[in-house]
C-alpha cells in the first residue's frame, strides 16, 4: 500500500494551502465575529474546481476522487473550518444531482453549481427528525403531472436564506425510509420561507436557518432520481460528507497543533521555553500521534469510496467517529498549551475549538456512527 500522494495530488494540496493561507486564514476571525458569510471566496474556489469536486465535466465538474477532495478539504479548513465545511455541503448536493438526476436535471443546474454562482444547501434535518431521518414529516404531494406541493420544514440548515438551491428530502409516499423523495426546490420558489439566522457556538462564517415550505409548488422534473429514492440518495451523500468533515477536524486540529508548536517554543516559564519540558513534548507527541491516526482513517474511507467497496459506508463512519473525536481532543490539548492565551480571542485555538464541535453532531451523530459500524460488525 502506497501512503504518497500522487503528482496531481500533490498539486491539489498545494493549490489549496497557498489559498488557505493568502485568503481564508487571515480573514476566518472577523468572518467568524461578524457572521459573514465570503460568497465570493466561495466562488474563487470553484473558479479552481473545487465547487463540483466529483462531478462529472460535461457539465463543469472537476471529475476528481474522494481522496482529492479530502486533501483539500484538510488544506483549506487549515484557513477556515467553518468555510470549508460549507463548501463540502454544497459539494455534497452537486454529486447528488449529477449521480442520480436526469440528464436534463444536471444539465439545468449543475454549469451554475459548478461554478457556484448558484449555491446549493442539503435539507434532511427536521425539529422532530435528527438522527433518525427516515421520520421525517416533510411532505411532497404531486399533483398531475407537473409539479409538486410541498408542505413542512427543515431545521438546522447551513446556507438558509442565502443558497440558491435546496436538496429536500421530503415524503411523496409511504411512512419510513422507502416514502421518501429527493426534490431539488429554487430559492425564489412562493411558499419558500426561512427563519431567522441561527445564533451559534461556532461555525459562524456561514449562515443557518430554518427552511420552511408552505404550500410551496415546485415543477416535477426536479425531482432528483425516482420517486422513493430519497433516502437512498441522502445516505450515499452522507458518505462523502462524513469523509469531508472528517477532513475538515484534520485540518483544524493541525492548525492548533501548527500554532502550539510555535507557541511552547516561544513561551518561557521557569526560565526555559515551556517547549523544554518534557511533560509539553510528551503532550505534542500524543496530539501529532493521534492526528496522523485520524488523517490515515480518512484517507482510507475516501479510497473506499473511490473504489466503490461494500465496506465505505462502515470505513466512512469509522472515520467521522474517530477523526472529529481525536481532532476536537487534539484542539483542546492546544488550547491547554496556550493556558490563559488559548481562551483569549486573540489567539485561533477558542475559534478551532469552537468551530470542530459541531462535527461530532453533524452528518449523523457520534453515536449514530457506532450503530453503523455495530450493526455491520454484528451482521457478519
Given at each position: 500500500m502506497d501512503f504518497q500522494l500522487n503528482e496531481e495530488q500533490r498539486a491539489i494540496q498545494d493549490m489549496a494551502r497557498s489559498f488557505a493561507a493568502e485568503r481564508l486564514t487571515p480573514n476566518a476571525a472577523e468572518w467568524d465575529e461578524t457572521a459573514h458569510f465570503p460568497v465570493d471566496v466561495l466562488k474563487d474556489l470553484a473558479e479552481l474546481g473545487l465547487g463540483a469536486i466529483y462531478v462529472r465535466d460535461d457539465v463543469g465538474g472537476s471529475g476528481l476522487g474522494r481522496l482529492d477532495a479530502a486533501i483539500a478539504f484538510e488544506e483549506l479548513s487549515a484557513g477556515c473550518v467553518s468555510t470549508a465545511a460549507f463548501l463540502s455541503i454544497h459539494n455534497m448536493v452537486a454529486w447528488m444531482v449529477d449521480s442520480y438526476g436526469s440528464d436534463e436535471i444536471r444539465q439545468r443546474f449543475l454549469p451554475k453549481l459548478a461554478t457556484m454562482e448558484q449555491i446549493a444547501s442539503y435539507c434532511l434535518t427536521e425539529p422532530g427528525a435528527g438522527s433518525d431521518a427516515a421520520a421525517l414529516k416533510t411532505r411532497a404531494e404531486k399533483v398531475g403531472n407537473s409539479h409538486y406541493v410541498l408542505n413542512g420544514g427543515?431545521?438546522?440548515?447551513s446556507g438558509g436564506g442565502t443558497s440558491d438551491v435546496y436538496a429536500v428530502m421530503c415524503r411523496t409516499g409511504e411512512e419510513g425510509a422507502k416514502g421518501i423523495s429527493c426534490i431539488l426546490?429554487?430559492?425564489?420558489?412562493?411558499?419558500?420561507?426561512?427563519?431567522?439566522?441561527?445564533?451559534?457556538?461556532?461555525?459562524?462564517?456561514?449562515?443557518?436557518?430554518m427552511v420552511n415550505f408552505d404550500d410551496c409548488k415546485v415543477p416535477a422534473e426536479n425531482l432528483v432520481g425516482s420517486e422513493g429514492q430519497g433516502f437512498r440518495i441522502a445516505m450515499a451523500g452522507l458518505d462523502g460528507g462524513r469523509i469531508n468533515i472528517a477532513a475538515c477536524s484534520l485540518g483544524g486540529a493541525r492548525a492548533a497543533l501548527e500554532a502550539s508548536l510555535a507557541y511552547v517554543k516561544d513561551r518561557k516559564a521557569f526560565g526555559q521555553a515551556i517547549a523544554d519540558f518534557q511533560a509539553t513534548q510528551f503532550r505534542l507527541a500524543d496530539m501529532a500521534t493521534e492526528l496522523e491516526a485520524s488523517r490515515l482513517m480518512v484517507h482510507r474511507a475516501a479510497t473506499s469510496l473511490d473504489a466503490k467497496s461494500p465496506e465505505a459506508t462502515q470505513h466512512a463512519a469509522m472515520a467521522k467517529r474517530f477523526a472529529t473525536d481525536i481532532c476536537y481532543r487534539i484542539v483542546d490539548e492546544a488550547l491547554q498549551l496556550h493556558g490563559g492565551y488559548g481562551y483569549l480571542r486573540d489567539y485561533p485555538i477558542e475559534r478551532l475549538l469552537r468551530d470542530l464541535r459541531v462535527h461530532r453532531i453533524l452528518e449523523g451523530t457520534n453515536e449514530i456512527m457506532r450503530v453503523i459500524i455495530a450493526r455491520k460488525l454484528l451482521a457478519n
Open positions: 427543515k431545521a438546522f440548515i426546490v429554487e430559492k425564489d420558489t412562493p411558499g419558500l420561507s426561512f427563519g431567522e439566522n441561527e445564533k451559534k457556538l461556532g461555525w459562524n462564517s456561514q449562515p443557518t436557518a
